[in-house]
C-alpha cells in the first residue's frame, strides 16, 4: 500500500483566488488522480497527473481552472483557480501501481470559497 | 459515461444487526471495489474483487461479484458502532484499469 499525504488539510479562500493542493507518496507510484468530492455527493475523477507531461482531464474539468504539475512519481499538486462558492468541496489525491490495482487515497482538502 | 447506483442510500441499524448492500451498473465491470470513507477522511479500501462469482471476506466484511458482472454486494455481519460512514462501490473505467469511477455511497449509522 501506499501512505499518501495530502496539504492543506482545510482552507477557507476568498472568491477569486486560487489555492494549490499537494499531494506526496511515500513511495514511486505509476499512475496518480485527482477527484473531487461536492457535499453529501460521491467522488469524481477531475483529470489523470502524467509524469512529466500534460494532465488528462475528464469531461467537464479543464485545465485553465484545474492546472495540475507532477514532476516526478512521488509528487503532484492540484489548483483551484478563480475559485468561486461552487468550487466549496474536498479534493482527493490518489495513486496506485501497476494494472488492475487498487487505488490509496489521501485524506482529502477541505475546501470552502466564500 | 459509466454509472454506478448504490442502495440503500442510507440506513439506519442496531449494534449487532447483520447489515446488507449493493452495486449495480448498466455496463459491465471487471473488477469491484469497495471503499469505506470516514468523516474528513478519504476512502478506505476494504475488499477487491476480480471474477464473476467471487466471493471475499475481510473480517466481518463480505463482498460478491455478481454473475452478471454488472452488480456487487457487500454484507457487514454484527454491525459494530465504528462501522458507521460511506460506502462506495468502484470500479475501473472502460479500457482504463486504474481510474475508478464511484458509486453513489451509501451511509451507514449505527444506533446503540
Known amino acids: 500500500s501506499a501512505v499518501i499525504s495530502q496539504k492543506p488539510s482545510r482552507d477557507i479562500c476568498q472568491r477569486g483566488t486560487s489555492l494549490t493542493i499537494q499531494c506526496q507518496v511515500d513511495?514511486?507510484?505509476?499512475?496518480m488522480f485527482w477527484y473531487r468530492q461536492q457535499p453529501g455527493q460521491s467522488l469524481t475523477l477531475i483529470a489523470t497527473a502524467n509524469q512529466g507531461s500534460e494532465a488528462t482531464y475528464e469531461s467537464g474539468f479543464v485545465i485553465d481552472k484545474f492546472p495540475i504539475s507532477r514532476p516526478n512519481l512521488t509528487f503532484s499538486t492540484l489548483t483551484v483557480s478563480n475559485m468561486s462558492p461552487e468550487d466549496s468541496s474536498i479534493y482527493l489525491c490518489s495513486a496506485g501501481t501497476g494494472m488492475g490495482e487498487k487505488l490509496f487515497f489521501g485524506s482529502g482538502t477541505q475546501l470552502s470559497v466564500l | 459515461g459509466q454509472q454506478l447506483n448504490q442502495s440503500p442510500q442510507s440506513m439506519f441499524i442496531q449494534e449487532g444487526e447483520d447489515v446488507s448492500m449493493n452495486c449495480t451498473s448498466s455496463?459491465?465491470?471487471?473488477?469491484w471495489l469497495w471503499y469505506k470513507q470516514d468523516p474528513g477522511e478519504g476512502p478506505v479500501l476494504l475488499i477487491a474483487?476480480?471474477?464473476?462469482?467471487e466471493l471475499t471476506s475481510n473480517g466481518r466484511l463480505t463482498a460478491q461479484f455478481g454473475i452478471t458482472r454488472k452488480d456487487s454486494f457487500l454484507n457487514i455481519s454484527a454491525s459494530i458502532p465504528s462501522d458507521v460512514g460511506i460506502y462506495f462501490c468502484?470500479?475501473?473505467?472502460?479500457?482504463?484499469?486504474?481510474?475508478?469511477?464511484f458509486g453513489t455511497g451509501t451511509r451507514l449509522q449505527v444506533t446503540l
Open positions: 474483487l476480480y471474477k464473476a462469482g
Open positions: 513511495s514511486q507510484v505509476t499512475m
Open positions: 455496463s459491465i465491470f471487471n473488477t
Open positions: 468502484a470500479g475501473p473505467y472502460t479500457g482504463t484499469a486504474s481510474k475508478l469511477t
